[in-house]
């Protein structure tokens, strides 16, 4: 229950196109979802993140997507761009209780100049 | 800027040594966590701490203690290393309302030969 399964591992994309990320978690508790985005050599930083009472959240070309009934929420690069290309995780916490993160497995993206 | 710093970018130890990892952050965050980052495994939690001198296990905490004697600063301690902890290490810090995200460090890539 506290895990949260994160799909595809592996994207290419051409310049210019949509980036898709999802995630899917089973334990109801969770009620905040950050993103993460990790270079090469470097710790993973935050980049947007969601709280279930709301269905999306854009930040520039970043935009969450979240589906409370389905359990599922999603990242979407718009107009990906070859600087984008990076790890992204996925992850929940709970705002009460012990505060701890859980990770997803990761998606290193490409984009394709 | 908040700053998470740890230790070391590199460590090369052996088997059976015990070996320190450091971490200082400068934001006065209740909550600091310690991570290891595997290809294909994501970010798993060894163990995190909500307060000086409090700790909890994470979900891999075996071969490993942690110590927080201040605030602003965490161990980890692999108390035996083995070839089977060569990985990533990332520490990271948040507020304790756990909705803000958490910051990481640069990372320790720890090789155990």
């Known amino acids: 229950q506290q895990q949260v399964k994160q799909s595809p591992q592996s994207l290419i994309v051409q310049k210019g196109g949509i980036s898709i990320i999802n995630c899917a978690y089973e334990n109801t508790a969770f009620d905040y979802f950050p993103w993460y985005q990790q270079f090469p050599g470097k710790g993973p930083a935050l980049l947007i993140a969601?709280?279930?009472?709301?269905s999306e959240k854009k930040e520039g070309r970043f935009t969450i997507s979240f589906n409370k009934s389905a359990k599922q929420f999603s990242l979407h690069i718009m107009d990906s761009q070859p600087g984008d290309s990076a790890t992204y995780f996925c992850?929940?916490?709970?705002?009460?209780?012990?505060?701890?993160?859980?990770f997803g497995t990761g998606t290193r993206l490409k984009v394709l100049a | 800027d908040v700053k998470v710093t740890q230790s070391s970018r590199y460590l090369v130890k052996r088997t059976g040594e015990k070996v320190f990892l450091e971490c200082v952050q400068d934001?006065?965050?209740?909550?600091m966590f310690w991570y290891r980052q595997d290809p294909g495994l994501g970010l798993r939690l060894i163990y995190f701490s909500y307060d000086v001198k409090m700790k909890e296990k994470g979900d891999i905490p075996e071969g490993y203690s942690v110590s927080r004697e201040k605030k602003e600063r965490f161990s980890l301690i692999l108390e035996s290393a083995s070839t089977n902890q060569t990985s990533m290490y990332l520490c990271?810090?948040?507020?304790?309302?756990?909705?803000?995200?958490?910051?990481f460090g640069q990372g320790t890539r720890l090789t155990v030969v």
């Open positions: 934001m006065d965050h209740e909550n």
């Open positions: 990271a810090s948040s507020l304790y309302s756990g909705q803000v995200g958490a910051f």
């Open positions: 969601i709280r279930p009472d709301v």
């Open positions: 992850a929940a916490s709970m705002t009460s209780g012990t505060y701890k993160y859980i």
